[in-house]
């Protein structure tokens, strides 16, 4: 938004773009209209569970509870600490697969 003293603000260009869904918005719509994205949401779950990551996740929120007490913990305090850890440590060959399988989807859709 561009200000002035003399006048309220006038909206800037990409601002008015906001009617028109970005291309994220549309991937993601065709995903769930699909239901590709509920069968990548299961894919995802399985291979962290096989490869040990909700394991060592739970072992990493257990720690935590142990040493605060299990009292003086929120679940916003142990979403705080998990997220970075959890994003970080998805094993590289977890995210190559569901980018290939996104990128089959997108090229089958003709996005």
């Known amino acids: 938004m561009k200000h002035s003293v003399n006048r309220p603000p006038t909206p800037d260009g990409a601002e008015d773009q906001g009617n028109e869904p970005t291309l994220q918005e549309i991937i993601n719509i065709k995903l769930i209209e699909s239901g590709e994205k509920e069968r990548l949401m299961e894919l995802l779950r399985e291979r962290l569970i096989e490869c040990g990551w909700k394991d060592e996740m739970k072992a990493l929120c257990r720690s935590y509870v142990k040493k605060k007490g299990r009292n003086n913990v929120t679940l916003d305090d142990l979403v705080h600490l998990i997220t970075p850890k959890g ?3 998805v094993p590289d060959f977890v995210k ?4 290939q399988r996104i990128r089959s989807f997108l090229m089958s859709a003709a996005l």
């Open 87 to 89: 994003r970080a440590s």
């Open 96 to 99: 190559a697969e569901l980018l």
